[in-house]
């Protein structure tokens, strides 16, 4: 058995300690360093996770201890900053969704992967579901998918800097739904319409509903649809998803089993593997790219698309037209060249041939 992983970990607020508990209920890795700007909250998270002798301090160079990997669990406005630092100095990353507040922001990091040659992968946990996996599984049964839809209505009272937010459902959440439409159907979107309005009895200052049709390049559609602002009737949090193919129809709660059946009327069962979930399985996957140098889910490069699709849906919803995520992609290189300062990421950028290319969205 390989000796386990040492993770030094950023950020102890409350998706750290979540990660906390994973880390302690994971024996391939093992914890040597907690950092947070809040000496206090870091000792005092360590403590009550049984990390009673680990070392914190405020920042990673502060921190003596040595390590094989980052998990950055830090706010979205630090996670350039923290994941470029630990890049640079040698260290793969795990880093929290959403990568980064911007595109221009995640290109940069992604350049700061391809500088120090190491790891960086965003821990997308909905693509862990056992029973996402089970749906992908019974689509790939079906044939290809013509339409796929997510449906997301949620009341929750936040408070604090989501209720105050210019697009707080397609900004804080809509990128776990998106995100995972590219897992599913398999191809990459192309273009973005969407309309985002705030309903009259809404608690947040800026637009809590959205509805989005995105078009994938093999022609397939994705819609979503949802609001933060839907008492009574809830969904699940990870949304309720039909998907129609040539071969039948299948659908996901978000939190039971996936039903399908073929166009015959002939049920298709749900297989459900012995999977890790969630962070979880984000760490697990992540952990076996470090040691075997494969790709995973989630890898800078990829990722970047996923939030391209947020901001261009937000762009949409501006405008009032489609906006192609190409256009999202390649308007944040220009900033990204225009405000890079390190001398080494900005000849990383300029060595790209295309930005699309870099991150997948052309072959």
């Known amino acids: 058995m390989p000796e386990?992983?040492?993770?030094?970990?950023?950020?102890?607020?409350?998706?750290?300690?979540?990660?906390?508990?994973?880390?302690?209920?994971?024996?391939?890795?093992?914890?040597?360093?907690?950092?947070?700007?809040?000496?206090?909250?870091a000792r005092t998270a360590a403590d009550e996770h049984g990390f009673t002798d680990l070392p914190v301090a405020a920042s990673i160079g502060e921190l003596a201890a040595e390590f094989d990997a980052v998990i950055d669990v830090t706010v979205p406005v630090a996670h350039p900053k923290v994941s470029v630092e630990a890049l640079l100095s040698g260290a793969p990353v795990l880093c929290e969704k959403p990568l980064a507040e911007t595109v221009r922001e995640c290109l940069q990091m992604v350049a700061a992967s391809e500088v120090s040659g190491k790891l960086l992968m965003v821990s997308q946990s909905r693509r862990y579901f056992r029973a996402v996996n089970a749906f992908q599984r019974q689509l790939a049964e079906l044939g290809p998918i013509g339409t796929l839809s997510c449906e997301f209505y949620k009341a929750p009272h936040f408070s604090g800097f989501r209720e105050r937010m210019a697009e707080p459902l397609l900004v804080d959440m809509a990128i776990h739904q998106f995100d995972l439409s590219r897992k599913l159907l398999g191809s990459e979107p192309v273009s973005v319409y969407c309309d985002s309005y705030n309903p009259p009895w809404s608690w947040f200052d800026g637009?809590?509903?959205?509805?989005?049709?995105?078009?994938?390049?093999?022609?397939?559609?994705?819609?979503?649809?949802?609001s933060w602002c839907a008492p009574g009737l809830e969904t699940s949090w990870n949304g309720r998803w039909r998907a129609s193919t040539s071969g039948g129809t299948a659908t996901w709660d978000g939190d039971n089993a996936p039903i399908a059946a073929l166009?015959?009327?002939?049920?298709?069962?749900?297989?459900?593997?012995?999977?890790?979930?969630?962070?979880?399985?984000?760490?697990?996957?992540?952990?076996?790219?470090?040691?075997?140098?494969?790709?995973?889910q989630s890898e800078?490069?990829?990722?970047?698309?996923?939030?391209?699709?947020?901001?261009?849906?937000?762009?949409?919803?501006?405008?009032?037209?489609?906006?192609?995520?190409?256009?999202?992609i390649t308007d944040a290189y220009t900033a990204a060249l225009a405000t890079t300062q390190d001398p080494a990421l900005q000849a990383a950028l300029k060595a790209w041939p295309n930005p699309l290319k870099a991150v997948g969205l052309e072959a």
Do not use: C, K
């Not at 994971?26 to 000496?39: E, Y």
């Not at 049709?213 to 397939?220: H, K, L």
């Open 4 to 41: 386990p992983l040492r993770l030094l970990q950023v950020g102890a607020g409350g998706m750290g300690r979540a990660w906390l508990r994973t880390i302690a209920a994971n024996p391939d890795v093992r914890l040597v360093g907690l950092v947070d700007l809040d000496l206090e909250t």
């Open 207 to 226: 637009n809590a509903a959205a509805s989005a049709i995105f078009t994938y390049a093999d022609g397939s559609r994705f819609t979503f649809t949802g």
């Open 263 to 296: 166009a015959s009327g002939e049920a298709l069962p749900a297989v459900m593997a012995d999977e890790p979930e969630e962070i979880a399985g984000s760490l697990v996957e992540f952990v076996d790219a470090v040691r075997t140098s494969a790709t995973p």
């Open 300 to 328: 800078v490069h990829s990722n970047v698309v996923s939030l391209a699709m947020v901001e261009a849906a937000v762009r949409s919803a501006g405008s009032g037209a489609p906006v192609r995520i190409a256009d999202v």
